[in-house]
């Protein structure tokens, strides 16, 4: 018979130990063998402590040796030293079959260096220096020379370093053919021997005069190429490349005794300085990089020597740099350093600066943020409000109202929001909105930025991780008072139009009616667009919409257009084309709304006193009288239009006729 079960799980016992440094075997795992008498054989109960050390029986099974370094074999004993490589120490060169190879990371018995003199990989161990190093460098091979630490070198850094390695190989072998030179004859020279021949007739003087030339062609344009194929691949390749070529070609030396000008790629004093101009790679703790970083210099430039130097990088450098400082979530360095410094690749750069508004969000700055839309990090180019699309408008407006970023490294990226810092106050808020849609014709034109900022002014500071706004349902303020914000805000936005720093008047932006006054201003601000902007819509349902539950700021914007007839007839024209193309969505939207959204909806446009205002509320109705078994709520908005006395309400014929129409249509129900 064979053992039983208790038996078999009590063949050995695995202890886990907390404190790696006090394992006598270097890792975190201690084999008791079952075999000697121990106290499992005193001790009765379910679990073992050993209460001296702390250990804890977890759990017994049989033991099964585990893949692990040489120095923590279990089945052969192991002898340290700090860096011995002449031979195998002890019986360090013994192995199990799952005995790995510190420096390669692969079977021991794979290990094509085991036991080779001057290497001896078997006597490597993990509390030397020396070997921790050589581990180092061969798993991050010439990456090392970057000091990056092994959790940091992915694949694209990985392959930047192969191809610097091939160019490696290959540069050594065209700078040697470069220190060996050619023997250029010279075309004439004098004979000094007797008999004296003609002038390069004579073989003896003119091997004495055989010149060494030292031609650098060859290396420049083996360089050359490699730094166009390094443009071609990706940033933290393409910086490892050119921070791998930089190394090696400043340790190139000219053997020439005299100075030989043979043009700006043949002679190496002259090719070398142009090929790292080229590159104008620094290491990251250059002086003048450090600086930037920490804030102590703006501008990027400091004199040395009498001469200005400037922080000069190529764009693949940069691009990995700002990679680099994104990851590690260091928003503010990579916002001094993108101002500071320069690149040929204006664009390439203008393209990574147009970021820096965003970084300045994730940093909690908000009013810095708005500034940098507005004005560019020199005279020569022009803000990135020129250049941000409608969706990232809307993203900032929401950063600035609600004081909250998305997680993510780029406003695109999907997930939570968090809270960073302290929103723009209102009168801020709209003020920097309406200078960016100012900025910008192409936001000025699109209703998406105009229904975005209606609705984010119509919204609560407070924000949802999901990113959702919480609209606000704001009271109509008194007529007095609306009557008073349309008067000053006029002149306000033709001062912000001008791009002059304007302030609102306390009196009328006041801390109790602040919602509300920006609301009335946006409307005056829509209205002026309609008036100068109509044909160049291509959509005004989304814009009436944006305004939620606050139907009286709807209203006012709606009364105003009705002084221009063909801006009324062209903003009516397009929401009932836009009511027709969209009745699903429109359906569903009222489904979620309810009832009582879409009665104050209807009796709006319905109450008009413009009968072509009043066509948008018999189109809806008719959309809605037409699904009705999409509108399982239409009969609770039968009941809104009694409530609000809509039949007795002094319409048009038309409108008394489709309102009576569909109360007929419940009441026979």
């Given at each position: 018979m064979g053992p039983s079960k208790r038996e078999e799980e009590e063949q050995s016992i695995i202890l886990i130990s907390d404190d790696e440094a006090e394992s006598t075997?270097?890792?975190?795992?201690?084999?008791?063998?079952?075999?000697?008498?121990?106290?499992?054989?005193?001790?009765?109960?379910?679990?073992?402590?050993?209460?001296?050390?702390?250990?804890?029986?977890?759990?017994?099974?049989?033991?099964?040796?585990?893949?692990?370094?040489?120095?923590?074999?279990?089945?052969?004993?192991?002898?340290?030293?700090?860096?011995?490589?002449?031979?195998?120490?002890?019986?360090?060169?013994?192995?199990?079959?799952?005995?790995?190879?510190?420096?390669?990371?692969?079977?021991?018995?794979?290990?094509?260096?085991?036991?080779?003199?001057?290497?001896?990989?078997?006597?490597?161990?993990n509390k030397s220096k020396f070997w921790k190093d050589q581990r180092d460098f061969a798993l991050a091979g010439v990456l090392v020379m970057f000091n990056l630490e092994l959790t940091d070198i992915d694949t694209d850094l990985r392959h930047g370093g192969s191809l610097l390695i091939k160019f490696i190989q290959e540069l050594s072998v065209e700078y040697n053919k470069y220190l060996i030179g050619e023997r250029m004859p010279p075309t004439q020279h004098e004979c000094f021997c007797l008999p004296k021949l003609p002038p390069g007739q004579c073989n003896v003087c003119r091997s004495r005069h055989m010149e060494v030339v030292y031609k650098y062609s060859g290396v420049f344009a083996l360089v050359t190429r490699f730094l166009n194929q390094a443009e071609r691949e990706s940033p933290k390749a393409a910086a490892v490349m050119f921070l791998g070529a930089a190394k090696e070609i400043a340790l190139h030396k000219d053997p020439a005794l005299s100075w030989q000008n043979l043009g700006h790629t043949a002679s190496l004093k002259i090719a070398v300085p142009c090929l790292l101009q080229s590159l104008n790679v620094v290491p990251w703790d250059h002086v003048l990089l450090t600086t930037v970083l920490k804030g102590q210099n703006i501008t990027g430039q400091r004199t040395q020597k009498g001469r200005k130097v400037f922080l000069w990088e190529t764009l693949p450098v940069i691009e990995a740099r700002v990679e680099k400082l994104v990851d590690k979530k260091n928003y503010k360095e990579v916002v001094r350093y993108l101002r500071a410094v320069k690149c040929n690749d204006t664009k390439g750069l203008r393209d990574l600066r147009d970021k820096i508004p965003f970084y300045l969000c994730k940093t909690g700055d908000f009013l810095d943020a708005a500034h940098s839309l507005l004005f560019p990090v020199n005279s020569l180019a022009c803000c990135t409000a020129c250049r941000i699309t409608p969706f990232q408008f809307e993203v900032y407006l929401k950063m600035f109202r609600t004081g909250s970023v998305p997680t993510g490294k780029d406003m695109l990226d999907s997930g939570p929001w968090i809270t960073v810092g302290s929103p723009l106050k209102d009168g801020v808020l709209i003020k920097q909105a309406l200078k960016l849609l100012y900025s910008n014709v192409s936001l000025y034109r699109n209703p998406k930025c105009w229904s975005s900022l209606i609705m984010i002014l119509g919204s609560s500071s407070l924000l949802e991780k999901s990113g959702h706004l919480h609209p606000l349902s704001l009271k109509e303020p008194?007529?007095?008072?609306?009557?008073?914000?349309?008067?000053?805000?006029?002149?306000?936005?033709?001062?912000?139009?001008?791009?002059?720093?304007?302030?609102?008047?306390?009196?009328?932006?006041?801390?109790?009616l602040h919602h509300e006054a920006c609301l009335i201003l946006a409307v005056q601000a829509v209205q002026q667009m309609l008036f100068c902007d109509l044909p160049y819509l291509t959509s005004f349902l989304e814009i009436a919409l944006a305004f939620?539950?606050?139907?009286?700021?709807?209203?006012?914007?709606?009364?105003?257009?009705?002084?221009?007839?063909?801006?009324?007839?062209?903003?009516?024209?397009?929401?009932?084309?836009d009511l027709n193309r969209q009745k699903a969505t429109m359906l569903k939207l009222w489904q979620n709304l309810g009832p009582q959204y879409v009665g104050e909806f209807l009796c709006l446009f319905l109450t008009c006193r413009h009968k072509k205002m009043q066509s948008i509320g018999l189109f809806t109705l008719n959309i809605i009288t037409e699904n009705l078994h999409m509108c399982p709520w239409a009969k609770h908005l039968c009941n809104f239009f009694h409530n609000a006395g809509l039949r007795h309400l002094p319409l048009g014929t038309a409108a008394h006729h489709e309102v009576s129409k569909f109360i007929n249509i419940f009441e026979k129900l």
């Amino acid at each position: 018979m064979g053992p039983s079960k208790r038996e078999e799980e009590e063949q050995s016992i695995i202890l886990i130990s907390d404190d790696e440094a006090e394992s006598t075997l270097g890792n975190s795992v201690l084999l008791v063998d079952p075999l000697e008498k121990s106290a499992l054989e005193e001790e009765k109960s379910e679990e073992v402590v050993d209460e001296e050390c702390e250990l804890m029986v977890t759990f017994c099974k049989q033991a099964k040796v585990m893949p692990h370094a040489r120095y923590d074999c279990t089945m052969h004993p192991f002898e340290r030293m700090e860096c011995d490589t002449c031979s195998p120490l002890g019986k360090n060169a013994d192995i199990c079959n799952q005995c790995y190879c510190y420096i390669c990371d692969k079977l021991a018995s794979e290990c094509q260096n085991w036991t080779t003199p001057a290497l001896c990989h078997c006597n490597a161990h993990n509390k030397s220096k020396f070997w921790k190093d050589q581990r180092d460098f061969a798993l991050a091979g010439v990456l090392v020379m970057f000091n990056l630490e092994l959790t940091d070198i992915d694949t694209d850094l990985r392959h930047g370093g192969s191809l610097l390695i091939k160019f490696i190989q290959e540069l050594s072998v065209e700078y040697n053919k470069y220190l060996i030179g050619e023997r250029m004859p010279p075309t004439q020279h004098e004979c000094f021997c007797l008999p004296k021949l003609p002038p390069g007739q004579c073989n003896v003087c003119r091997s004495r005069h055989m010149e060494v030339v030292y031609k650098y062609s060859g290396v420049f344009a083996l360089v050359t190429r490699f730094l166009n194929q390094a443009e071609r691949e990706s940033p933290k390749a393409a910086a490892v490349m050119f921070l791998g070529a930089a190394k090696e070609i400043a340790l190139h030396k000219d053997p020439a005794l005299s100075w030989q000008n043979l043009g700006h790629t043949a002679s190496l004093k002259i090719a070398v300085p142009c090929l790292l101009q080229s590159l104008n790679v620094v290491p990251w703790d250059h002086v003048l990089l450090t600086t930037v970083l920490k804030g102590q210099n703006i501008t990027g430039q400091r004199t040395q020597k009498g001469r200005k130097v400037f922080l000069w990088e190529t764009l693949p450098v940069i691009e990995a740099r700002v990679e680099k400082l994104v990851d590690k979530k260091n928003y503010k360095e990579v916002v001094r350093y993108l101002r500071a410094v320069k690149c040929n690749d204006t664009k390439g750069l203008r393209d990574l600066r147009d970021k820096i508004p965003f970084y300045l969000c994730k940093t909690g700055d908000f009013l810095d943020a708005a500034h940098s839309l507005l004005f560019p990090v020199n005279s020569l180019a022009c803000c990135t409000a020129c250049r941000i699309t409608p969706f990232q408008f809307e993203v900032y407006l929401k950063m600035f109202r609600t004081g909250s970023v998305p997680t993510g490294k780029d406003m695109l990226d999907s997930g939570p929001w968090i809270t960073v810092g302290s929103p723009l106050k209102d009168g801020v808020l709209i003020k920097q909105a309406l200078k960016l849609l100012y900025s910008n014709v192409s936001l000025y034109r699109n209703p998406k930025c105009w229904s975005s900022l209606i609705m984010i002014l119509g919204s609560s500071s407070l924000l949802e991780k999901s990113g959702h706004l919480h609209p606000l349902s704001l009271k109509e303020p008194p007529l007095d008072f609306q009557k008073g914000v349309l008067a000053a805000s006029g002149g306000l936005l033709e001062e912000l139009k001008a791009k002059i720093n304007v302030s609102l008047p306390p009196a009328i932006f006041s801390p109790h009616l602040h919602h509300e006054a920006c609301l009335i201003l946006a409307v005056q601000a829509v209205q002026q667009m309609l008036f100068c902007d109509l044909p160049y819509l291509t959509s005004f349902l989304e814009i009436a919409l944006a305004f939620g539950n606050n139907f009286w700021a709807l209203r006012l914007l709606l009364d105003h257009l009705s002084y221009e007839e063909h801006v009324l007839h062209g903003t009516v024209n397009l929401i009932l084309r836009d009511l027709n193309r969209q009745k699903a969505t429109m359906l569903k939207l009222w489904q979620n709304l309810g009832p009582q959204y879409v009665g104050e909806f209807l009796c709006l446009f319905l109450t008009c006193r413009h009968k072509k205002m009043q066509s948008i509320g018999l189109f809806t109705l008719n959309i809605i009288t037409e699904n009705l078994h999409m509108c399982p709520w239409a009969k609770h908005l039968c009941n809104f239009f009694h409530n609000a006395g809509l039949r007795h309400l002094p319409l048009g014929t038309a409108a008394h006729h489709e309102v009576s129409k569909f109360i007929n249509i419940f009441e026979k129900l």
